[in-house]
């Protein structure tokens, strides 16, 4: 089965500062990977995927990740945060050759201190 | 860029009622999910859709569930007996393809059984 921790439920940051979100997968299978974001009383929307092309993954907003297969990882990361970016993020896996469904990790609230 | 749609933004009904939480996808989507959230927690898939038939569900997913798409457009959940833990955000997605195809979600539905 697959699934996804997320390290650390609450994350600050500063204004300015690097923005490090981490994620874990666990898969049988090649997975792919995606990493969502929820503003409040929004649903969710996507930031960015890794459906196995490049490995660094660039999306929306500034925001760019690295799948580490080696590490079984899918940090986001942003070289400087914005007050813009508070908000939930969600890491996400599915079964590349069958999936009909996209499993959630359980999210980690992004705070940006000024 | 075309969105996903849900009503109502907010429901509230009695323990023991039946609910229609409705969507719609956008229109060259093929697959279509239910999701809930309960408050606080994660995003738990409840159920893919796709060619007029459930392709995947969850064991949230019980005989008190159903899915519909009685028409072209519309995508709909129904909960016929609600129970007070079936309180949560119901989001609705949809995504052109399986596999790499992002899922697109709508704001959600608080639903609220008292």
């Known amino acids: 089965a697959q699934s996804v921790t997320q390290l650390g439920s609450h994350v600050s940051v500063s204004e300015g500062a690097l923005v490090l979100l981490r994620c874990n997968y666990s898969s049988s299978v090649p997975p792919y990977l995606f990493w969502y974001v929820q503003y409040p009383n929004q649903g969710l929307q996507l930031l960015l995927k890794?459906?196995?092309?490049?490995?660094l993954v660039k999306g929306i907003n500034g925001f760019e990740a690295e799948f580490k297969k080696s590490e079984t990882s899918f940090h986001l990361t942003k070289p400087s945060a914005h007050m813009s970016d508070a908000a939930e993020y969600f890491c996400a896996v599915s079964d590349m050759n069958r999936d009909d469904k996209i499993i959630f990790g359980k999210g980690t609230r992004l705070h940006i201190l000024p | 860029e075309p969105e996903v749609t849900q009503t109502p933004s907010h429901q509230v009904t009695q323990m023991g009622q039946e609910v229609i939480l409705r969507c719609v996808p956008i229109?060259?989507?093929?697959?279509f999910y239910w999701y809930r959230q309960i408050l606080g927690q994660k995003v738990e898939f409840l159920v893919s859709f796709y060619n007029n038939e459930i392709s995947e569900k969850s064991e949230i997913f019980d005989d008190q569930f159903s899915v519909e798409r009685p028409d072209g457009s519309n995508f709909t959940l129904k909960i016929r007996s609600t129970k007070l833990e079936d309180s949560a955000m119901y989001f609705c997605?949809?995504?052109?393809?399986?596999?790499?195809?992002?899922?697109?979600f709508g704001n959600g539905t608080r639903l609220t059984v008292t």
């Open positions: 997605a949809s995504s052109e393809n399986r596999g790499n195809s992002p899922l697109h």
């Open positions: 229109s060259n989507h093929l697959y």
């Open positions: 890794y459906t196995s092309a490049a490995t």
